[in-house]
């Protein structure tokens, strides 16, 4: 799990064995013990045998934020949040510390209509917040991270789902239906 700064030192063992010269020397780049980055880093390596036949391989390290959940007013699934259409929600999450505030994928978040279920369990959003538009903010007293979502008045009856997409690559889902 990705610590302060969306970084992590990850360590791994890499083995390579010869059929002729038994266990080989393996170089890996980035080598075990460092810092690597939040998201996917492939890792490449090669060892040469006492004869000079270079063999190379390569693996993928994902290094993932420590996702706690969606905290209120935001219900985590299965439960659908009810709100009014046309308000700024305050969705709460945090990722145990500060890990900066670019932190989303490219376009997140995002929210897209969905069907509404009429038999799933629902929880009315009961604080909401002021906002001219939607922008993310970090509390260090709370150790949350805050995404005051706009919403539009024309979802009004509509169920929809906020997907939060993070640089980890890690989609985190709530779903609302807007009153």
């Known amino acids: 799990m990705a610590t302060v700064d969306s970084q992590e030192v990850v360590n791994y063992i890499a083995s390579a064995n010869d059929l002729v010269d ?11 013990g460092a810092i690597f980055p939040v998201g996917m880093t492939t890792v490449n390596c090669s060892a040469t045998d006492a004869h000079g036949k270079t063999g190379k391989g390569s693996f993928k ?10 905290f ?3 219900d985590n699934q299965p439960v659908i949040n009810v709100a009014k259409a046309g308000s700024a929600i305050p969705v709460k999450f945090s990722l145990n510390g500060d890990q900066g505030l670019n ?3 490219a376009g997140y978040p995002a929210s897209g209509m969905i069907a509404c279920d009429s038999t799933a ?11 001219g538009s939607s922008s993310l ?3 260090t007293t709370e150790d ?10 024309a979802w009004a ?5 906020l997907q939060v997409k993070l640089k980890d690559g890690t989609v985190h889902v709530a779903k609302f239906k807007f009153k």
């Open 22 to 32: 038994g266990a080989v020397d393996v170089t890996c780049l980035p080598a075990s």
């Open 61 to 70: 390290v994902i290094v993932v934020y420590n996702w706690n959940g969606f």
């Open 72 to 74: 209120q007013p935001v």
């Open 103 to 105: 932190i989303m994928s």
């Open 121 to 131: 369990v629902t929880d009315v959003v009961s604080e909401t917040a002021t906002a």
């Open 137 to 139: 903010t970090y509390d």
């Open 144 to 153: 949350q991270y805050i995404y005051v979502w706009k919403t539009e008045k």
């Open 157 to 161: 009856t509509k169920c929809r789902q």
